[in-house]
């Protein structure tokens, strides 16, 4: 890789670009990661950050862990026999029972991806 100059008032500047980068929205895990990688694994942030990849990796670990959260608070719910029989008789039981395996859910892919 070669550097070029620019001279200005008998000073040289070299020409250096930002490479263009992904720029994708960062939902909650996502911002969750962010808060932990740059507090507890600081160079690992450093280097993501000086790569111009922190943005795109904040995005991947954010749908990946949306898609789990998704994945396993249907499983938890199946085990615990919560389905459309149950929504249609009891609206208000269901609810409780989705948020519950939706929390438990939302735990284990804390542990696992976010602070992991």
């Known amino acids: 890789m070669e550097i070029t100059y620019t001279e200005k008032n008998g000073i040289l500047y070299p020409d250096l670009q930002v490479p263009v980068q992904t720029h994708y929205y960062i939902g909650k895990y996502g911002s969750m990661r962010l808060a932990f990688i740059k507090e507890h694994r600081k160079g690992y942030y450093a280097t993501l950050l000086t790569q111009f990849r922190l943005n795109e990796y904040l995005h ?3 749908v990946e862990a949306a898609e789990q959260v998704r994945t396993i608070t249907g499983q938890i719910a199946k085990s615990k026999g919560v389905d459309e ?3 249609g008789d009891d609206m208000l039981r269901w609810v409780a029972e989705m948020n519950s395996a939706k929390h438990e859910a939302e735990e ?9």
């Open 85 to 87: 029989k149950l929504k």
């Open 60 to 62: 991947e670990v954010d």
């Open 108 to 116: 284990i892919v804390l542990r696992e991806v976010i602070y992991g």
